[in-house]
């Protein structure tokens, strides 16, 4: 399927999605479509979403023009690149070293989770993807600009989604997840839910997010005991996650790139101060150039850098753009010029999603 084919199936994918609860409010059928319910349902086949999952025999073999066959992206929400630094966080400083980290990466301007988390996961600034607000309002359906969970999946490769905050629920476009997983808000549920599917992950991305940093950055402060020690915990998360990717025989074909929303100053982010929009980046992976390094780097060039890291040809009409130190070696394909742009925005009033309100 196209691009250009998005909106249609967008509008028809979304009032799939919609029904049921339309039908609830109505009849008391059951809301099978619940983003809630969704949530509790085990990361395996007979979750609704993954129903048309492809499996390790129907997946795109591995090619030689493809950098890496899995990208996991990890993103700890609310995490400032000193934080990470100053916390007990064993194997966050282990992949550091083993990898490839941005000494300079910022955050879209508006640094909150849900338009920041879009961007990261769609290539483009706020104003073009409308996701310019920051909690779960199902009623605004889903960003109108396709992620890169959107464009994999369109390509045959497979789509997870584990998460702590039910507003990210925004940037799962019908069709575009075959597994959207909200267990809990705790990263012990996230990963236990990741860890159930990685070791046998057919080819393709998969996003993980924890929740604690932020949350104690608004308890507690930001850079504060609470706030290191709750980087701590998602690190002991983040470990169970590593050591599922690295339990896997094709290890050195999966890329894994960690990074964050935003930070935070005092108990508080959302602005343009510095501590808001400097976050760290790591890749990880058999194929990266190890070390710190200079270079700028962007939240929007994450979700594309694992988009040119699985061999697809980066979109003509994202800004984004691929971070090349994590794959050295291999061409990055780009989309020619030949107006991909319209055609590749669905409807955002048509969608709706449902579930109850939730964190920050
Ligand atoms: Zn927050």
Redesign the pocket.
């Known amino acids: 399927m196209k691009p250009r084919a998005l909106a249609a199936v967008a509008v028809a994918l979304a009032v799939t999605v919609a029904l049921p609860q339309v039908l609830h409010s109505q009849t008391a059928a059951p809301e099978v479509s619940d983003a809630s319910e969704i949530s509790d349902a085990s990361p395996d086949a007979s979750d609704a979403l993954a129903a048309d999952a492809p499996d390790a025999a129907t997946a795109p073999a591995p090619t030689a023009t493809r950098p890496y066959d899995h990208v996991v992206i990890v993103s700890f929400?609310?995490m400032r690149p000193d934080g990470m630094e100053q916390a007990d966080a064993p194997t966050l400083h282990r992949v550091r070293a083993e990898g490839a980290y941005a000494l300079r990466a910022e955050t879209v301007g508006d640094s909150?989770?849900l338009p920041s988390h879009t961007s990261m996961l769609s290539g483009v600034e706020v104003e073009v993807h409308g996701m310019e607000f920051d909690d779960f309002r199902p009623e605004r359906g889903f960003t109108r600009f396709p992620t890169v969970l959107y464009r994999a999946h369109d390509e045959g490769l497979a789509t997870a989604m584990f998460v702590a905050k039910q507003k990210l629920r925004h940037i799962a476009l019908p069709g575009s997840v075959d597994l959207w997983s909200l267990p809990h808000w705790s990263c012990e549920r996230v990963a236990r839910a990741a860890v159930a599917y990685l070791p046998t992950a057919p080819p393709g991305i998969t996003f993980i997010h924890f929740e604690e940093p932020?949350d104690a950055?608004?308890r507690y402060r930001w850079m504060g005991p609470q706030y290191l020690a709750a980087i701590g915990r998602s690190d002991r998360c983040f470990a169970s996650v590593m050591a599922a990717i690295e339990s896997r025989a094709d290890r050195d074909r999966v890329l894994v790139l960690v990074s964050a929303d935003?930070g935070?100053h005092g108990r508080r982010?959302?602005t343009h101060n510095p501590l808001d929009l400097h976050i760290p980046w790591i890749a990880w992976g058999s194929r990266v150039v190890r070390g710190d390094f200079e270079d700028p780097v962007r939240t929007t060039d994450t979700g594309i850098t694992a988009m040119a890291a699985l061999g697809l040809s980066v979109p003509g009409d994202v800004t984004g753009r691929p971070v090349r130190r994590a794959f050295e070696g291999t061409p990055v394909a780009m989309e020619g010029d030949a107006g991909t742009g319209a055609d590749a925005t669905p409807d955002a009033t048509a969608g709706a999603v449902t579930g109850d309100a939730a964190r920050?």
């Open positions: 929400d609310g909150s989770t932020d950055g608004h935003h935070g982010h959302g920050d």
